[in-house]
């Protein structure tokens, strides 16, 4: 029997938490943030399940969108970092890629392109400082833009730091520097999924779901259920070992772990080899037949061990690491890390099995 360590992506799930996304903000458009292979769910699935309700798809670079067209995704794609160079920009217009524009010398790029009807979308830095212009610019760029040929409809976007936080007075100030550009008239889109639920003012034309997308939540303190979501990702593995071991035993590299009482260790079959994190410590939750258990011993790179201590565990059961009955958030909080970062490190290694989708998915 091959190895068992699964990632079974819950497609359904994907589509009912971009449903829960428009329904916060029933005014705007919602375009899917599928980008590093839909936080490695698998993005021509991903967005293949979408493809029937989404208003479109984000992605960060033209090699991303590049794929999803190949895959005969039609719908219209955000390049959120914009073009990279000269050749990105004919890419775009070649695919009718939505570009967003955050620096001069991308600007300089499509001064030499033919007319055509490019959509872009002027970053603002409102405060991050990390992509995009300062508000003072703006005006004077967009009526230079609106100069040249190739550039159709011309809309703003920018990011919040600290959504994930939304008591944090700097949404606010984010949204006034946003707001200092009214006067020029133009659509807006700012809201990433912590926005989404929790900033309605920040709604605008365009929001761009991610992880809430994902089944996770995006704000501190709090699982994805919390907020109506449901885990997509639900990562597997089995028991493959069962040992009995006396106090004073040790359990694997390190010897972090140290038995205190006669204890049943049971070994499964996943470990930073899959994704899963090695900053995953003694006591960090596992799922087996719906009760929880502790990881005792440091994770290794294909197993990790744990204490099933008193439970009826048997070779073979199913192990569930994070998903359904156990949140990523969870797990995430063990290694001081974000679910963002557990989803999308799970490696090539570990089979997606796609459930819930009406048609057969690469
Ligand atoms: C520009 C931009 N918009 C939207 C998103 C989606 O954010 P989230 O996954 O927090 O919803 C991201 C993700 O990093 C992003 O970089």
Redesign the pocket.
Known sequence: MARATRAIINLHALRDNYQLAKSKAPNSRAYA?VKANAYGHGMVAAANALSAEADGF?VACVDEAIILRQAGILLPILI?EGAMDEAECNTALELDLELVLHHEQQKQWLAKLPESALKVWVKVDSGMHRLGFSPQVVPALVSELRTLPVVGEIQLMS?FACADEPQNPFNQQQLATLNTLEPIKLNWSMS???AILTLPQSHGELI?????LYGAS?IQGQQGPDAGLQPVMTLQSEVIALHQLNPGDTVGYGQSFKVERPATLAVVAIGYGDGYPRSAGNGTPVLIKGQQFPIAGRVSMDMITVDVTGAEILLGDTVTLWGTGLSADIIADHCQTIA?ELFCQVTPRVNRQYVGSPSPIK
């Open positions: 943030v984000a959120l990011h990433n999924s912590a761009r779901p991610g992880i809430m995006p963002y």
